[in-house]
């Protein structure tokens, strides 16, 4: 990784956003209990800032950065931050646009994980937000192993579409151009979870009506007009 002043005014851009997306998650109220979770910033092609297993309070001197090939370049990451390297790499080699990636145990998220149920799109923060397709299921595997990773790069090769995937059994991740639409998108999902779950009391969700993602990028393209 360059160490350029550039560079790491570059770094401590990304580690401020990493933990302004840290603290919107926990202000929207979509964190577990625990407060687990992992966030990452991309630095550039090969490397990454990594935030450690447990994010509430997080600090700017909290996060490490990582090579793609799992490699501490500065900082210093626990075990049970180190593990994960693998699984936000895969991402960031699978789509060489996303810029963050963010992993939670958020409740009505992990319940559809849990349950191997892909989690449909049927509100609108969803479909402006960057997820206008189900969010897939990937099959379980122990946490950073390879079946975990090959899992997901698997679903992300076959939903080439998806901004997010459910982890069997664990969690949710999701991915984005930057630290703050990440975020925004995990929040989307959670409270779209949550949506799902409260309308199967009352009869179950129902699907958008067809070419709603077009008027909904219409209505967005008129105001930015």
């Known amino acids: 990784m360059a160490t350029t002043r550039v560079a790491k005014e570059w770094a401590h851009e990304r580690a401020n956003e990493l933990v302004a997306a840290a603290e919107a998650l926990f202000t929207a109220g979509v964190m577990s209990h625990s407060?687990?979770?992992?966030?990452?910033?991309?630095?550039?092609?090969?490397?990454?800032?990594?935030?450690?297993?447990?994010?509430?309070?997080?600090?700017?001197?909290?996060?490490?950065a990582v090579s793609l090939d799992g490699r501490v370049l500065e900082g210093e990451l626990r075990s049970v931050s180190a593990e994960i390297i693998a699984m936000h790499s895969a991402v960031y080699r699978a789509r060489p646009h996303v810029g963050a990636v963010i992993?939670?145990?958020?409740?009505?998220?992990?319940?559809?994980?849990v349950a191997h149920r892909p989690l449909p799109?049927?509100?609108?923060?969803m479909l402006r937000f960057g997820q206008p397709e189900e969010v897939p299921v990937v099959p379980w595997g122990p946490r950073g192993s390879d079946v975990s990773v090959r899992g997901i790069v698997d679903v992300l090769e076959r939903r080439p579409a998806t901004s997010a995937a459910l982890l069997a059994n664990?969690?949710?991740?999701?991915?984005?151009p930057d630290s703050a639409a990440t975020a925004h998108l995990v929040v989307a999902i959670e409270e779209s979870a949550e949506a799902e779950i409260a309308a199967a009391a009352i009869g179950g969700a129902v699907d958008f009506p067809e070419g709603a993602l077009a008027a909904v990028r219409a209505s967005i393209a008129r105001v930015a007009s």
């Open 170 to 176: 664990h969690g949710l991740i999701v991915f984005g």
């Open 35 to 64: 407060g687990h979770a992992n966030l990452s910033a991309r630095l550039d092609a090969d490397s990454f800032l990594l935030t450690p297993g447990f994010v509430r309070g997080l600090r700017p001197e909290d996060l490490a």
């Open 121 to 125: 799109c049927r509100t609108e923060p």
């Open 103 to 113: 992993h939670t145990h958020s409740p009505s998220a992990t319940a559809f994980a």
